[in-house]
T-cell receptor
Framework: AAGVIQSPRHLIKEKRETATLKCYPIPRHDTVYWYQQGPGQDPQFLISFYEKMQSDKGSIPDRFSAQQFSDYHSELNMSSLELGDSALYFC??????????????FGPGTRLTVL | SQQGEEDPQALSIQEGENATMNCSYKTSINNLQWYRQNSGRGLVHLILIRSNEREKHSGRLRVTLDTSKKSSSLLITASRAADTASYFCATDALAAGNKLTFGGGTRVLVKP
């Protein structure tokens, strides 16, 4: 069965650079979530989209933005990167139809390293 | 503070033994999900239990949910070396959208 696809899998950037992470949800899933997992930490919710509209926002820095496109893929844009942004970034998708969440399926993550 | 917290933080057992880990949370929830994560890799969904369910099974996994105590447990029976991983519970709180709030994770080491 198709899973959530994330690209790139690894990314190395310098401080103050920008990065774009991509997520392709499971086909027919209508909701996408982004989470950040720092070293040795729990995943933390950043932002979510339902049917291409932002549905919720967590502890996402103003330097980050995200959107979901007409084909349901999502991109997380990160500017003015800081050392502390080094983390695993996960995308998850689910089929919710505007109701409470069902199973969220996670992608393999993008490991971002900021030097 | 975290919505969910896990206990124990680490667990070391022999292959064939059972592993039990607990998760507590603070607010009322819609669902509670358990995930497994191998070191630095993706989160693999194990099981979802809804707030109106008390117990659920999937293969060698057994999950319980006690909403009065705001706690859940994950039991892995007849553990295998391949079960070595970190296990997280994650809740989506009522009236807080559908985002997941993760607990601290339990690192399980299954020795062959």
């Amino acid at each position: 069965a198709a899973g959530v696809i994330q690209s790139p899998r690894h990314l190395i950037k310098e401080k103050r650079e920008t990065a774009t992470l991509k997520c392709y949800p499971i086909p027919r899933h209508d909701t996408v979530y982004w989470y950040q997992q720092g070293p040795g930490q729990d995943p933390q919710f950043l932002i979510s989209f339902y049917e291409k509209m932002q549905s919720d926002k967590g502890s996402i820095p103003d330097r980050f933005s995200a959107q979901q496109f007409s084909d349901y893929h999502s991109e997380l844009n990160m500017s003015s990167l800081e050392l502390g942004d080094s983390a695993l970034y996960f995308c998850a998708s689910s089929l919710e139809r505007g109701r409470s969440t069902d199973t969220q399926y996670f992608g393999p993550g993008t490991r971002l390293t900021v030097l | 503070s975290q919505q969910g917290e896990e206990d124990p933080q680490a667990l070391s057992i022999q292959e064939g033994e059972n592993a039990t880990m607990n998760c507590s949370y603070k607010t009322s929830i819609n669902n509670l999900q358990w995930y497994r994560q191998n070191s630095g890799r993706g989160l693999v969904h194990l099981i979802l239990i809804r707030s109106n369910e008390r117990e659920k099974h999937s293969g060698r996994l057994r999950v319980t949910l006690d909403t009065s105590k705001k706690s859940s447990s994950l039991l892995i029976t007849a553990s295998r070396a391949a079960d070595t991983a970190s296990y997280f519970c994650a809740t989506d709180a009522l009236a807080a959208g559908n985002k997941l709030t993760f607990g601290g994770g339990t690192r399980v080491l299954v020795k062959p």
